[in-house]
Every structure is written in structure tokens, then in C-alpha cells.
């Protein structure tokens, strides 16, 4: 499979940082349609991400982002297999990976991009291994 992650990521990715609050998130998230969004520093590099999953009621809305997003953000550089960002997804159990280039966020791919190279038939399964023919023999 030759598809890259630019090839499937979005690439107009919207940030946060980490020291806006939980209401400001939320109306980013309910006005652009998202589920997560990846919290940076000062010059564009990740530090963390926040999904809906962490905004759970009750907390408060003057509460920094920092306080309750995900610090061990995963990243992926832009220009690497896709199959390199599935396994990262499979393996940790998480359904984005923040993109990144030259160490500064340049968009997020998630299980559904992952999912348009299915629809597409992009992909190429691989086959089972075959079972041998050659009966085992014993040794006397």
C-alpha cells in the first residue's frame, strides 16, 4: 500500500492551546462539526489533544484545556504509510493521530479517513498463509 497519510488526513485542522478554557473548546467543537482537537504550544508542536470523550458534564467551564486533555498525544509525520498510523490506532486504542511536519501540527487523520481507503478499494488484503502440503514425519 503506497497511500500516504497527506493522502487522507484533514488537512484544515483547527487547534487549541493550553491555556483556553473548556467553554471556548466546546463552541469551537459545535461550530466546526469535531470531534477532537489537537493542543499546541506556542510555535505549532503538539502537547496534547482534547476530544469530546473529555468534556463530560460537570465540569467547569472557565477550567483550562490543560487540565483535562490528553497529555501522550500520538503523532504521525504527514508524509509516512498509512499503515503506520493504523497500527499506532490499533495498538493504543485511540481513533485519531495528530499529523505532523517538521514537528508542527498540519492535520489529524482518524479511523474514519482510515476507513475511505476501504471504500475506495484502495487497499490490497493480504492472503492467509497457505498450509503445507508436506505431511510431518516422525524420527526414529
Known amino acids: 500500500m503506497n497511500v500516504k497519510v497527506h493522502d487522507l488526513m484533514t488537512a484544515s485542522v483547527v487547534t487549541t492551546e493550553p491555556h483556553r478554557s473548556i467553554e471556548h473548546v466546546r463552541k469551537i467543537m459545535e461550530r466546526n462539526k469535531i470531534g477532537a482537537l489537537p493542543v499546541v504550544d506556542s510555535e ?7 476530544s469530546t470523550t473529555d468534556l463530560v458534564p460537570g465540569l467547569n467551564d472557565n477550567s483550562p484545556v490543560s487540565k483535562v486533555m490528553t497529555k501522550n498525544v500520538y503523532t504521525v509525520p504527514e508524509y509516512d504509510d498509512v499503515s503506520t498510523a493504523a497500527r499506532i490506532m490499533r495498538n493504543h486504542n485511540i481513533h485519531r493521530v495528530v499529523v505532523t511536519h517538521e514537528k508542527k501540527v498540519v492535520g489529524v487523520l482518524s479511523t474514519f479517513d482510515l476507513l475511505e481507503l476501504v471504500e475506495q478499494r484502495r487497499f490490497t488484503a493480504k492472503a492467509p498463509p497457505t498450509r503445507s502440503k508436506r505431511k510431518g514425519t516422525k524420527r526414529s
Do not use: H, L, T
Open 44 to 50: 505549532g508542536q503538539p502537547v496534547g489533544i482534547i
